[in-house]
């Protein structure tokens, strides 16, 4: 038994090594689904004002149906904006106060009772309680079926379906989504046969079939355009890059992602926008790109941990535990995938338990843990062989066709009963159109005068109405298009900017514009020179910020390329006194009263790659270097700080020639550039300044993170510090 036991973990621990490469990136990839509750997209404060004003309206309500239908109103508006308690209690209390009713020989009022089912399930659905979502849909949906609301049972039958499928047992969610496709289909209602379309198509790709699931999922895009149902289309497009990701066709599935992506942030849809950076971090985790893959999926993590979607924050969780095992982090790994495990245990989520175990095996073997590598390797195939197995593709298969054979059926019964129905209906018709012309002839003549009376009067009105809304509507979007094409040009110099920094190590730039369009700009010039590569990098702050900023940056772009982009090789120093000169020669600065005192501040560097030398000049704004910043060494590291000349790029009443500073960069040194926005930042517990004391302690307790991470940590800080302060300043 020895010998065997041996030669399995020899082959199991081959599997693993073999299957590294293409795990890395593996994950749940998020559906853009077709649920049919918590798509309110309201804001914050919309729903307040919802809430207070039924609130309000609660407490002079009779025990009668309208109170029921208030109780139900703030029962769905408390899903809307996760607060399930209160959404339970008002459930209750709808379900309760319905129930209680006598209507003739009826003991309780059906469709009351039956939005409160359906409110109950919802929640329970958004805390990933499977099991009472389903039993509260199953009570609504018995009621419904009763009072003959077909669309209300075709909806429950999507809203089950997708219950199903989180539970992965797919046959019985296939059986449900066709069920709600067959009512939309007869009652024409198209949004809801995309919602069950795309539903299907989810199936299938779950299941592998790669060919039906792009079918379906085609199908319903036609739609949801069809319908201008924007947050579906975004939906659609994640769904088809699951897709094509599954098919390593990685570049269909990025223009899919980005395109859902875009969308979502137009309609400020969270969890859509988590859905679409976590896919396409896991399409760059595929490619390789891990920084990029971390720092898209970290976005997407914070996102769903603000909202307190579990389901979603578990899927993060093993994202970026496999991509922290790529990178050797094996204690955070470690951490990550227990906590996505932990989760999907916890709500039910047999998928994702399957690839939790299947990553602490691999986990476990890569650390030499080949006893608990083999029990987790055990638990991995026993789920994965209870989800998809030959079974299970059987029934999937037999729901599909018993649907095709149904539905045509139900085409050739409709023919034959609509020829019966007009023939009779023609016989009909001719006897009353001779009366209906009749009478709508007389009813004609008496209303025409009427109405020409009243139209004259109203003409006059409506003409001098509508020429003062459209002036107004012209002059507003004249100046929102001005400001958002001054953006387009700005982002346009920056991302040029971006385009030159890949030629530097690892780095990250954090850009939070206070207003549409930022004072504070980037800048980055590569510049060869006698055989040498040298990489000019800057932060700037220009005087004021949103439109008057926008254009002093703008300028000093202009004017940074100009200097940089002679046939000489200058200095930080000497380029800020050029720059300077620009300045005040071009904006005629002269101290005088009345002129000019626009400018900016600038923290500047000249690097050379190869030497690791770093010049630096600064105008009112400093340098920060970490020296050892590599983790082995960290009780040896030290940040240090290199003041700037107290002088801007502008008028000053002493103007002195700018300092340049020369600095020999060891290995495994980083250096931070910024403006003075993020220190200025007024928040925490008492309204004050972040100051740039506690800027400096935050740096250098995470300088030994790689970049994304660092990006993250201080994208989190500034934004847990102001809470709902506004931003004073561009950073």
Request: overall charge positive; glycine content about 6%; charged content about 25%.
């Amino acid at each position: 038994m020895k010998l065997n036991y041996f030669l399995f973990l020899v082959i199991f621990l081959s599997l693993l090594k073999c299957g590294g490469c293409l795990a890395f990136g593996k994950s749940m990839a998020a559906e853009g689904g077709g649920a049919s509750f918590v798509q309110n997209r309201t804001t914050g404060g919309e729903r307040s004002r919802i809430v207070d004003s039924l609130l309000i309206l609660l407490k002079t309500d009779k025990s009668d149906t309208n109170k029921v239908n208030h109780l139900n109103q703030l029962s769905e508006s408390f899903i809307n904006i996760r607060q399930y308690d209160s959404a339970l209690s008002y459930g209750n209390r709808a379900l309760d106060l319905a129930g209680s009713f006598s209507i003739g020989n009826i003991q309780g009022w059906p469709k009351g009772m039956a939005s409160a089912y359906v409110n109950i399930g919802n929640l329970y659905q958004a805390q990933s309680n499977y099991p009472v979502a389903l039993k509260n849909y199953e009570a609504a949906l018995a009621i419904k079926k009763e009072i003959g609301d077909e669309k209300g049972v075709a909806i429950l039958f999507n809203n089950m379906g997708r219950v199903y499928y989180f539970q992965t047992n797919y046959p019985q969610s296939l059986k449900n989504y066709l069920s709600a496709l067959k009512i939309m289909e007869k009652i024409k209602d198209k949004k809801g046969m995309a919602n069950s379309i795309g539903n299907i198509g989810s199936i299938y790709r779950a299941q592998g079939n790669y060919t039906e699931a792009l079918k379906y999922q085609y199908t319903s895009l036609t739609l949801r355009k069809e319908l201008k149902d924007k947050q579906g289309v975004a939906n659609a497009y994640n769904n088809i890059g699951n897709i094509y990701k599954n098919l390593k066709k990685y570049s269909d599935a990025l223009e899919n992602y980005f395109a859902a992506l875009e969308i979502y942030k137009e309609i400020n849809y969270k969890l859509g926008i988590a859905a679409s950076y976590n896919n396409i971090g896991n399409v760059y985790a595929f490619l390789g790109n891990d920084y990029e893959a971390l720092e898209n999926q970290y976005k997407a993590l914070r996102i769903r941990e603000e909202v307190n979607d579990r389901q979603s924050m578990a899927i993060s969780y093993i994202d970026i535990g496999i991509m922290q095992t790529k990178l050797h982090k094996l204690k955070s790994a470690q951490d990550y995938i227990d906590k996505a495990l932990q989760l999907a245990q916890e709500i039910g989520f047999k998928a994702l338990i399957k690839e939790s175990f299947h990553e602490l095996a691999r986990l476990d073997s890569i650390q030499g843990n080949w006893k608990q590598a083999y029990e987790h390797h055990k638990l991995y195939i026993a789920y994965r062989d209870s989800i998809d197995n030959e079974e299970t593709r059987k029934k999937i298969t037999e729901a599909a066709m018993t649907y095709e054979f149904e539905k045509k059926e139900a085409v050739i019964k409709a023919d034959q009963e609509k020829k019966d129905a007009i023939s009779a209906a023609d016989k009909k018709r001719q006897q009353y159109v001779l009366l209906l012309i009749s009478g709508v002839l007389l009813l004609v003549f008496i209303l025409s005068g009427f109405i020409f009376r009243s139209l004259r009067l109203t003409q006059k009105q409506k003409i001098i109405i509508e020429e003062k809304s459209r002036l107004v509507e012209e002059k507003n979007k004249d100046f929102i298009d001005s400001i958002n094409y001054a953006k387009k040009i700005q982002d346009a110099l920056l991302h040029e900017a971006e385009h030159v920094s890949k030629y530097l190590p690892e780095y990250f730039i954090l850009f939070k514009p206070k207003d549409i369009v930022s004072g504070d700009f980037y800048w980055s010039f590569k510049k060869d020179f006698m055989g040498t590569s040298y990489r000019y990098i800057a932060a700037v702050d220009c005087t004021g910020h949103g439109v008057p900023g926008a254009f002093m940056s703008m300028l000093g772009i202009a004017f940074l390329n100009e200097i940089a982009a002679t046939n000489q090789l200058f200095t930080p120093a000497e380029i800020l006194d050029k720059l300077r000169n620009k300045i005040l020669r071009e904006l005629g600065q002269g101290g005088q009263a009345g002129q000019s005192k626009d400018g900016m501040d600038i923290s500047l560097v000249r690097f050379n790659l190869e030497t690791k030398e770093l010049q630096w000049a600064g105008a009112n704004n400093p340098i920060y270097i970490v020296k050892n910043s590599t983790q082995k060494d960290k009780k040896n590291s030290e940040l240090i700080e290199i003041k700037p000349n107290k002088q801007p790029i502008g008028y000053h009443p002493e103007m002195l020639p700018f300092t340049n500073h020369s600095i020999k960069l060891e290995k495994g040194s980083l250096f931070y550039l910024f403006t003075d926005g993020y220190a200025d930042q007024f928040g925490g517990e008492k309204g004050k300044k972040f100051k740039y004391n506690k800027f400096k302690e935050l740096l250098f307790s995470m300088h030994d993170k790689i970049m994304p991470e660092q990006k993250e940590i201080l994208t989190t800080t500034f934004e847990n510090w102001k809470t709902k302060v506004e931003q004073v300043d561009d950073v």
